[in-house]
């Protein structure tokens, strides 16, 4: 049986305050961008689905250390889920704690297509600085550029730059890293210098603005496959473009 590829969506945002509603707004944008999604059940300890008839009011009760507990779409032989948790100060870029939402689909011909307005609404919903959707295997080699080896630094594979670990880059408002889809906030979006028309023709052509202000900016037409040499080359070409990215530049 063919193991069916993931996208991994993740977004970065100033830390929950209280029952803040960010939680169940980055839920609802997740289900508006993809129809008929409805992610209203709950996971047993054994992994099985358990309804939730009064979700968004389980979901505000249930938020606890910075985060809320995973939900999806009952479905096991076609899983969606997403979460939430908490990232103490102590490892966040400025000592600012924050809120991370997670986001889990099959990369399939609907998911494909809904893409960049599942990334925009989850994130908008949270009110995130930035965040990503990248399918896991490209995921896995990013990864790399941040993973300390027992040596000490990172060694990220296929020639891509290392990036310095969360809590050493200056202001959260920086990216950590590029993703296949990148959404960035206005604030995200001053702090790289994006856009500039003369230098991001290519860019831009495959970008949306959101409804905030905000970026959605693709960086292949395809989901990113770092086997590819295309998609590679795009890849470190925009690390060139946004050296600020994951801390590599200090103005």
């Given at each position: 049986?063919?193991?069916?590829?993931?996208?991994?969506?993740?977004?970065?945002?100033?830390?929950?305050?209280?029952?803040?509603?960010?939680?169940?707004?980055?839920?609802?944008?997740?289900?508006?961008?993809?129809?008929?999604?409805?992610?209203?059940?709950?996971?047993?300890?054994?992994?099985?689905?358990?309804?939730?008839?009064?979700?968004?009011?389980?979901?505000?009760?249930?938020?606890?250390?910075?985060?809320?507990?995973?939900?999806?779409?009952?479905?096991?032989?076609?899983?969606?889920?997403?979460?939430?948790?908490?990232?103490?100060?102590?490892?966040?870029?400025?000592?600012?704690?924050?809120?991370?939402?997670?986001?889990?689909?099959?990369l399939?011909?609907?998911?494909?297509?809904?893409?960049?307005a599942?990334?925009?609404?989850?994130?908008?919903?949270?009110?995130?600085?930035?965040?990503?959707?990248?399918?896991?295997?490209?995921?896995?080699?990013?990864?790399?550029?941040?993973?300390?080896?027992?040596?000490?630094?990172p060694?990220?594979?296929?020639?891509?730059?290392?990036?310095?670990?969360?809590?050493?880059?200056?202001?959260?408002?920086?990216?950590?890293?590029?993703?296949?889809?990148?959404?960035?906030?206005?604030?995200?979006?001053?702090?790289?210098?994006?856009?500039?028309?003369?230098?991001?023709?290519?860019?831009?052509?495959?970008?949306?603005?959101t409804?905030?202000?905000?970026w959605?900016v693709?960086l292949?037409?395809?989901?990113?496959?770092?086997?590819?040499?295309?998609?590679?080359?795009?890849?470190?070409?925009?690390?060139?473009?946004?050296?600020?990215?994951?801390?590599?530049?200090?103005?």
């Amino acid at each position: 049986m063919t193991t069916r590829k993931r996208l991994g969506i993740v977004v970065y945002a100033p830390a929950l305050v209280g029952n803040d509603r960010r939680a169940l707004d980055s839920v609802h944008g997740m289900e508006k961008a993809l129809p008929g999604l409805r992610l209203e059940w709950r996971l047993s300890k054994g992994g099985r689905p358990i309804a939730l008839p009064q979700r968004d009011a389980w979901l505000v009760e249930t938020i606890e250390d910075g985060g809320f507990p995973l939900v999806c779409n009952g479905d096991e032989s076609y899983p969606v889920t997403v979460w939430g948790r908490g990232r103490s100060g102590l490892f966040s870029p400025g000592g600012q704690a924050q809120f991370e939402v997670h986001a889990r689909l099959p990369l399939d011909e609907p998911v494909l297509a809904a893409a960049a307005a599942v990334l925009e609404g989850v994130a908008e919903g949270a009110c995130a600085l930035w965040g990503r959707a990248t399918p896991d295997d490209a995921a896995g080699d990013i990864a790399y550029q941040t993973a300390p080896t027992l040596q000490g630094p990172p060694s990220p594979r296929r020639g891509l730059p290392a990036l310095k670990l969360f809590e050493h880059i200056r202001s959260p408002e920086i990216p950590y890293y590029l993703g296949w889809l990148n959404y960035w906030s206005p604030a995200a979006a001053e702090a790289i210098g994006f856009p500039d028309p003369a230098r991001d023709a290519e860019l831009l052509s495959r970008s949306r603005r959101t409804a905030t202000g905000g970026w959605v900016v693709q960086l292949t037409d395809a989901p990113l496959d770092l086997d590819n040499p295309a998609h590679l080359d795009a890849l470190k070409r925009a690390y060139e473009r946004f050296p600020e990215i994951g801390g590599r530049f200090t103005p």
